[in-house]
């Protein structure tokens, strides 16, 4: 009985999880897609992914989840270049480029 309410635990838990950070990668894709257009640039596949995942304390102190994202633009069509979206929790807290053609 023990085991199966553990389990049921911890099934909720990685679900109520994996919902948080289904959300927090919606934003990072829509702040993406913003960003590009922003600068005239074709973000390729419409698509980020997950690079990395560390602790990281907000301005007022508090742990929360640092998130990194990487996507593909391009600037001409023709060449791929690599971008990155760092989020702390919900929030955007840096996009970078490689350096590309205009």
């Given at each position: 009985?023990?085991?199966?309410?553990?389990?049921?635990?911890?099934?909720?838990?990685?679900?109520?999880?994996?919902?948080?950070?289904?959300?927090?990668?919606?934003?990072?894709?829509?702040?993406?897609?913003?960003?590009?257009?922003?600068?005239?640039?074709?973000?390729?596949?419409?698509?980020?992914?997950?690079?990395?995942?560390?602790?990281?304390?907000?301005?007022?102190?508090?742990?929360?989840?640092?998130?990194?994202?990487?996507?593909?633009?391009?600037?001409?069509?023709?060449?791929?270049?690599?971008?990155?979206?760092?989020?702390?929790?919900r929030k955007?807290?840096?996009?970078?480029?490689e350096p590309?053609?205009?």
């Amino acid at each position: 009985m023990i085991v199966e309410i553990l389990m049921i635990l911890v099934l909720s838990v990685a679900f109520i999880y994996w919902q948080a950070a289904q959300k927090v990668k919606e934003i990072a894709l829509a702040a993406t897609k913003q960003y590009c257009q922003q600068r005239e640039l074709q973000m390729l596949d419409g698509y980020i992914a997950l690079s990395s995942l560390k602790f990281q304390r907000n301005v007022s102190g508090k742990l929360e989840w640092r998130r990194t994202y990487r996507f593909e633009f391009s600037a001409t069509g023709l060449e791929r270049y690599n971008g990155e979206i760092m989020m702390l929790a919900r929030k955007v807290i840096s996009i970078q480029l490689e350096p590309h053609r205009f």
